[in-house]
């Protein structure tokens, strides 16, 4: 942990809310850095990784708990299809804890008084091949196979003692399954969130099936969904919640629509922070955004829950 180390971030999950970040690579690009590569905002951690530690900075000083780090596409297979070599990879995915770390050091030292959790991202296979098919899982791979995939990355995030492991933008219930076999033994607690199409999983799985593979897995201290339409949070909060008894974690897009193709976002955003007050009320206990979300909507988010930026 940043600050109270006799406070962990499931302690505070029992006494109230959490605001987490928005997405990193928007605030990246607001920065000027260009992402249109297969490694997205994972490049800039061997490129620049100080401008990775002031996005994070950003939305500590806008009213977020946690940061969610720069780990989600950063690979072992990704970074070597760029001819960076296991060890430089296993660095790197490492690397992106500490920026975090460092992100809340300087929140402290700038005002910041309120503790600070660093989520290590785990992102799905599918942001992996960069093809936009973590938004619809079913790639052709066993249990075994995917829980081959995500073990290695996991154990180097772990080691590298972030304070929760956000197994994030998770498709389908196959790939679920792995994820939990690959956090046992880490010693790290995890939080486990769906991306979803209405009450599905992106796969087509309903959703209280989903969620009821994470009910009694002691590792996960909370479920949910991100990346995905604010439309589609109230039912998920609610079945999550019914079905798991466990805090829910909500961060949606903004509600544009991301083209794999010419990667690049499409529609209006529909996020509001008004949204907050009805995810609360069915159960969500960690809140903030996702793709688009910026350090505006999570200071919106901080207030809607009654509190300030320090």
């Known amino acids: 942990m940043t600050s109270d180390t006799s406070r ?9 809310t959490v605001v987490l970040d928005g997405g990193m690579s928007n605030q990246l690009e607001s920065a000027g850095h260009d992402l249109r590569d297969e ?18 900075l950003a939305y500590f000083e806008a009213g977020a708990d946690v940061a969610v780090t720069a780990s989600y596409q950063a690979t072992f297979e990704g970074f070597a299809k760029r001819a960076v070599g296991p060890e430089r990879a296993a660095e790197l995915i490492g690397l992106s804890v500490e920026l975090a770390r460092e992100a809340a050091r300087r929140a402290h030292a700038g005002g910041v ?3 600070l959790w660093v989520a290590a991202s785990a992102g799905p296979y599918g942001a992996m091949l960069a093809d936009g098919s973590e938004y619809r899982g079913r790639y052709g791979l066993s249990v075994d196979e995917l829980e081959r995939f995500h073990r290695p990355r996991l154990e180097v995030l772990a080691a590298a003692a972030p304070d929760v492991l ?18 046992r033994g880490l010693g790290v607690p995890a939080w486990l969130s769906y991306t979803v199409d209405g009450d599905r999983t992106r796969a087509g799985q309903p959703l209280e099936d989903a969620f009821a593979l994470a009910a009694d897995a002691d590792e996960v201290i909370a479920v949910g969904v991100n ?43 529909t996020f509001t922070s008004e949204q907050v007050t009805g995810w609360r009320r069915a159960g969500a206990r960690l809140i903030g955004g996702c793709c688009r979300v910026g350090p505006t909507a999570i200071t919106g988010i901080s207030q809607a829950v009654g509190r300030t930026a320090a």
């Open 8 to 16: 962990t971030l499931a302690d505070a999950l029992d006494t109230g």
């Open 39 to 56: 490694l997205w905002s994972a490049r800039l951690l061997a490129e620049r990784p100080e401008a990775i530690t002031e996005a994070h």
């Open 113 to 115: 008084t309120r503790p």
């Open 166 to 183: 956000a197994l994030e933008t998770v498709p389908d219930t196959d790939e679920t399954r792995a994820l939990l076999r690959a956090v």
């Open 227 to 269: 990346c995905c339409s604010p439309a589609d949070v109230d039912s998920a909060v609610e079945t999550a919640a019914r079905v798991t008894g466990k805090p829910v974690v909500v961060y949606p897009n903004s509600g544009e629509t991301w083209d794999a193709r010419a990667r690049a976002w499409d529609g209006r955003p």
